[in-house]
């Protein structure tokens, strides 16, 4: 368990902790001249329990927040310091508003220096420390009167730390491990050393873990936990590590930074959040407001933009998105204070939502239900109301990043379907997954109704027509169901319901029976539109149109622009390709030219048309067949 210290600049928090433990701590010289805390101190002692707690003994000192707050955020239960003869001062409330954003929930109030006054005034700051808690979530905290000079009261506290420590609610150990760095240093004969709190997962000697934001790999060379050396590590344990790594330096790490397990690495500069801006603010705060972002040991500037409205009254709760200025790491639920530019003030806090979150339309209702959806507390609780509106599904390698929780550990709810496409599972709502299917067909109807003269549309246009707002690769897997089912068909490249065929006219019937003796006679080397509309004497656009039209329905294939190629003419080709690969074994612009007696700039214009339809692929100056080429199989069994 790590129980930190809060409050007020010189109300004997230090003191207190050494009346606790009989320990100094962890002191820097600067510290012990000036005789206050500048930066986080730790300690660890066996207060009556069996295990070591550790505590963390954070500044008082105004300037100093910064510090408090990085030490703040791993910390399992809050020891609040008022002094009785100085009562509630401006840093015992920012600091419990500090404590109060960062969820904990667990507090002690230790009334300090009770030799100093007469009961009448510890009574009186006893009433001030009430009034102080009651409006918030530590109301009731029991309060103890205490001196660390003549020890009084002393333990009386140490038998409710021990009673706290022994309700201990362990961290959950499921998710990947990750820790927030809060010190960086060299030990000789060791090289580097980084301490934090494990806030999730467990670690192990001989573990690879990365670096946030950097991304830099590292190898686990030793570690102690809760003080003592060990050979693993749990979330909620104050953890040192040995790090080892490819030119590894204490300069290349810093406060703030995350110790991942790789699976977890994917830094991030927008972050939507839910927030509360604190009813002590005197103005309200507005859209676009530079803040200070403290996120686990990190300490950022960045700006805050309101997703409901341009401003915000004190007290009041909205929906946000948070722009870093520099990546950072995070994941759902993570809480975060803000901070004013200049770094004066707490102004408030929140909870992460998303920490993936979008650049644009986070504005849009849409959005926002998403993020009210993601306003709840576990993957199982979110996904039901999620799921409804992830048109486009939801990635489980993200969603795993985005709560911690590996894949093997979900429970989906029943609704849920997995859907496999080209890059990766998605999951849908099963009805979501239903409509689309139904919007597809539909939109294939309308088209037949409003093009009846084709065959029907490529993928990419019946994606453009159909379902624009699904990603390609969902739209893919989508149509690769629906033609497995029979509920569409493919003609070639052409999508089209069963039973749908485009017709000619008498009249196209009676033009196609003109024109197709020509075609048929040129062989390898068939008429252009020009020449056909020239010798049968009609109009270019009318031979056009039905060249066209009989390309959609399969009859003609178009090499180029106005030269069209009958489908038996076509295979033909291909089999002549096919007879040079199995004589050479590649496939050449001037081997394929000798063998079809034309020119090679026709040559080349069929080879490309070959690698377009997927019989060929090319390789520089060459080209080979595709092995899972229809065309190929089918000449196989000709």
């Given at each position: 368990?790590?129980?930190?210290?809060?409050?007020?600049?010189?109300?004997?928090?230090?003191?207190?902790?050494?009346?606790?433990?009989?320990?100094?701590?962890?002191?820097?010289?600067?510290?012990?001249?000036?005789?206050?805390?500048?930066?986080?101190?730790?300690?660890?002692?066996?207060?009556?329990?069996?295990?070591?707690?550790?505590?963390?003994?954070?500044?008082?000192?105004?300037?100093?927040?910064?510090?408090?707050?990085?030490?703040?955020?791993?910390?399992?239960?809050?020891?609040?310091?008022?002094?009785?003869?100085?009562?509630?001062?401006?840093?015992?409330?920012?600091?419990?508003?500090?404590?109060?954003?960062?969820?904990?929930?667990?507090?002690?109030?230790?009334?300090?220096?009770?030799?100093?006054?007469?009961?009448?005034?510890?009574?009186?700051?006893?009433?001030?420390?009430?009034?102080?808690?009651?409006?918030?979530?530590?109301?009731?905290?029991?309060?103890?009167?205490?001196?660390?000079?003549?020890?009084?009261?002393?333990?009386?506290?140490?038998?409710?730390?021990?009673?706290?420590?022994?309700?201990?609610?362990?961290?959950?150990?499921?998710?990947?491990?990750?820790?927030?760095?809060?010190?960086?240093?060299?030990?000789?004969?060791?090289?580097?050393?980084?301490?934090?709190?494990?806030?999730?997962?467990?670690?192990?000697?001989?573990?690879?873990?990365?670096?946030?934001?950097?991304?830099?790999?590292?190898?686990?060379?030793?570690?102690?936990?809760?003080?003592?050396?060990?050979?693993?590590?749990?979330?909620?344990?104050?953890?040192?590590?040995?790090?080892?790594?490819?030119?590894?330096?204490?300069?290349?790490?810093?406060?703030?930074?995350?110790?991942?397990?790789?699976?977890?690495?994917?830094?991030?500069?927008?972050?939507?959040?839910?927030?509360?801006?604190?009813?002590?603010?005197?103005?309200?705060?507005?859209?676009?407001?530079?803040?200070?972002?403290?996120?686990?040991?990190?300490?950022?500037?960045?700006?805050?933009?309101?997703?409901?409205?341009?401003?915000?009254?004190?007290?009041?709760?909205?929906?946000?998105?948070?722009?870093?200025?520099?990546?950072?790491?995070?994941?759902?639920?993570?809480?975060?204070?803000?901070?004013?530019?200049?770094?004066?003030?707490?102004?408030?806090?929140?909870?992460?939502?998303?920490?993936?979150?979008?650049?644009?339309?986070?504005?849009?209702?849409?959005?926002?239900?998403?993020?009210?959806?993601?306003?709840?507390?576990?993957?199982?609780?979110?996904?039901?109301?999620?799921?409804?509106?992830?048109?486009?599904?939801?990635?489980?390698?993200?969603?795993?990043?985005?709560?911690?929780?590996?894949?093997?550990?979900?429970?989906?709810?029943?609704?849920?379907?997995?859907?496999?496409?080209?890059?990766?599972?998605?999951?849908?709502?099963?009805?979501?997954?239903?409509?689309?299917?139904?919007?597809?067909?539909?939109?294939?109807?309308?088209?037949?109704?409003?093009?009846?003269?084709?065959?029907?549309?490529?993928?990419?246009?019946?994606?453009?027509?159909?379902?624009?707002?699904?990603?390609?690769?969902?739209?893919?897997?989508?149509?690769?169901?629906?033609?497995?089912?029979?509920?569409?068909?493919?003609?070639?490249?052409?999508?089209?319901?069963?039973?749908?065929?485009?017709?000619?006219?008498?009249?196209?019937?009676?033009?196609?029976?003109?024109?197709?003796?020509?075609?048929?006679?040129?062989?390898?080397?068939?008429?252009?539109?020009?020449?056909?509309?020239?010798?049968?004497?009609?109009?270019e656009d009318q031979v056009?149109?039905?060249?066209?039209?009989?390309?959609?329905?399969?009859?003609?294939?178009?090499?180029?622009?106005?030269?069209?190629?009958?489908?038996?003419?076509?295979?033909?080709?291909?089999?002549?390709?096919?007879?040079?690969?199995?004589?050479?074994?590649?496939?050449?612009?001037?081997?394929?030219?000798?063998?079809?007696?034309?020119?090679?700039?026709?040559?080349?214009?069929?080879?490309?048309?070959?690698?377009?339809?997927?019989?060929t692929r090319r390789f520089?100056?060459?080209?080979?067949?595709?092995?899972?080429?229809?065309?190929?199989?089918?000449a196989e069994f000709r």
């Amino acid at each position: 368990m790590i129980i930190g210290t809060a409050g007020h600049i010189d109300h004997g928090k230090t003191a207190l902790l050494k009346a606790l433990t009989g320990q100094d701590g962890d002191r820097r010289r600067e510290e012990r001249l000036r005789g206050i805390t500048i930066d986080l101190g730790y300690l660890y002692a066996s207060i009556g329990e069996r295990d070591l707690t550790g505590f963390i003994d954070v500044p008082g000192h105004e300037r100093f927040v910064h510090n408090m707050l990085a030490g703040a955020c791993g910390i399992d239960c809050v020891l609040l310091v008022i002094a009785a003869d100085d009562g509630v001062m401006p840093q015992t409330r920012e600091h419990l508003a500090i404590v109060e954003l960062l969820g904990i929930r667990r507090a002690l109030v230790a009334l300090t220096k009770i030799d100093r006054v007469e009961p009448t005034r510890a009574d009186e700051v006893r009433r001030q420390i009430e009034a102080l808690l009651t409006p918030g979530p530590l109301a009731g905290a029991p309060i103890f009167p205490v001196s660390s000079t003549t020890g009084e009261g002393i333990e009386a506290l140490r038998a409710a730390l021990i009673e706290q420590t022994a309700g201990e609610q362990k961290r959950s150990e499921d998710g990947y491990f990750r820790l927030a760095i809060d010190r960086a240093f060299s030990v000789t004969g060791s090289g580097v050393v980084v301490t934090g709190t494990a806030f999730a997962g467990q670690v192990r000697v001989g573990d690879e873990l990365t670096l946030s934001p950097t991304g830099r790999s590292v190898r686990v060379r030793g570690l102690h936990a809760q003080n003592r050396e060990a050979q693993a590590a749990r979330a909620g344990q104050r953890v040192a590590l040995n790090l080892a790594g490819e030119r590894l330096a204490v300069a290349q790490i810093s406060r703030g930074d995350w110790l991942l397990e790789p699976a977890l690495q994917a830094s991030t500069r927008r972050i939507d959040i839910e927030f509360t801006l604190l009813p002590s603010e005197a103005r309200e705060l507005r859209h676009w407001t530079p803040v200070h972002i403290h996120l686990g040991a990190q300490d950022v500037t960045g700006r805050i933009a309101l997703l409901e409205g341009e401003c915000l009254a004190p007290g009041g709760h909205v929906h946000a998105q948070l722009l870093l200025n520099a990546p950072a790491h995070a994941v759902h639920g993570d809480r975060v204070v803000l901070r004013d530019q200049s770094a004066q003030r707490t102004l408030g806090g929140g909870r992460v939502l998303d920490p993936f979150a979008p650049p644009r339309n986070r504005h849009r209702q849409a959005r926002l239900a998403q993020l009210r959806a993601l306003g709840g507390d576990t993957l199982e609780d979110i996904l039901p109301a999620l799921l409804p509106s992830a048109i486009n599904g939801l990635e489980p390698t993200l969603l795993a990043r985005q709560f911690n929780r590996p894949r093997e550990t979900w429970r989906l709810p029943d609704e849920a379907l997995e859907v496999a496409t080209r890059l990766g599972p998605r999951l849908f709502d099963r009805g979501v997954w239903d409509y689309l299917e139904q919007s597809l067909v539909a939109a294939l109807q309308r088209f037949h109704e409003e093009q009846p003269d084709e065959l029907g549309p490529d993928r990419d246009r019946l994606r453009r027509y159909a379902l624009p707002q699904l990603e390609r690769p969902v739209f893919i897997a989508l149509l690769e169901q629906t033609l497995a089912a029979g509920t569409v068909e493919a003609s070639g490249p052409w999508l089209h319901l069963p039973g749908h065929r485009v017709r000619l006219s008498d009249d196209e019937e009676a033009l196609k029976a003109r024109l197709w003796p020509l075609l048929s006679s040129g062989r390898f080397d068939p008429p252009w539109v020009r020449d056909l509309a020239r010798d049968l004497e009609i109009a270019e656009d009318q031979v056009r149109n039905l060249m066209r039209k009989l390309a959609r329905i399969g009859a003609l294939q178009q090499v180029v622009k106005d030269l069209f190629y009958p489908d038996s003419t076509i295979r033909q080709l291909a089999d002549q390709i096919l007879l040079i690969e199995q004589q050479s074994g590649v496939i050449r612009a001037a081997a394929f030219r000798d063998q079809i007696q034309l020119g090679r700039k026709r040559s080349i214009q069929l080879l490309e048309h070959f690698d377009r339809i997927g019989l060929t692929r090319r390789f520089g100056n060459e080209r080979k067949i595709r092995p899972d080429s229809a065309l190929a199989l089918e000449a196989e069994f000709r």
